[in-house]
């Protein structure tokens, strides 16, 4: 079992940046794959970017490449996501989650552990 906690959300202006973390819980954390995701009000849930169990693979959406950086600390259990430019339709509620499995997934439904969310609101 793993559990989740996102942290670092916040309100910042358009161009701003914020730093995510994801902490988890449970010896086998260095084994799983973790994503981002994140929902905004009325829509669906989305990925965001996700990283491989050793932190040496990431994958990113189109619509943050080049401003969000995954990475990941296992000594700590701990995933983060560093989000630079941030633009007002980056605004929603940001989710990390975990994957049994080797490889991660860009479908939210691949993923058994997931965290309560963060808040992240950008103003224009």
């Known amino acids: 079992q793993v559990q989740l906690v996102e942290s670092g959300g916040g309100l910042v202006q358009t161009g701003g940046s914020l730093r995510l973390s994801c902490a988890a819980s449970?010896?086998?954390?260095?084994?799983?794959?973790v994503g981002w995701f994140r929902q905004a009000p009325g829509k669906e849930r989305e990925f965001v970017s996700a990283?491989?169990?050793?932190?040496?693979?990431?994958l990113q959406a189109d619509s943050v490449r080049g401003r969000f950086t995954i990475s990941r600390d296992n000594a700590k259990s701990t995933v983060y996501l560093q989000m630079n430019s941030l633009k007002p339709e980056d605004t929603a509620v940001y989710y990390c989650a975990a994957r049994r499995g080797t490889f991660y997934d860009r479908d939210p439904n691949g993923y058994n552990y997931w965290g309560q969310g963060t808040q992240v609101t950008v103003s224009s």
């Open positions: 990283i491989s169990a050793g932190g040496l693979s990431t």
């Open positions: 449970g010896r086998t954390f260095s084994s799983y794959p």
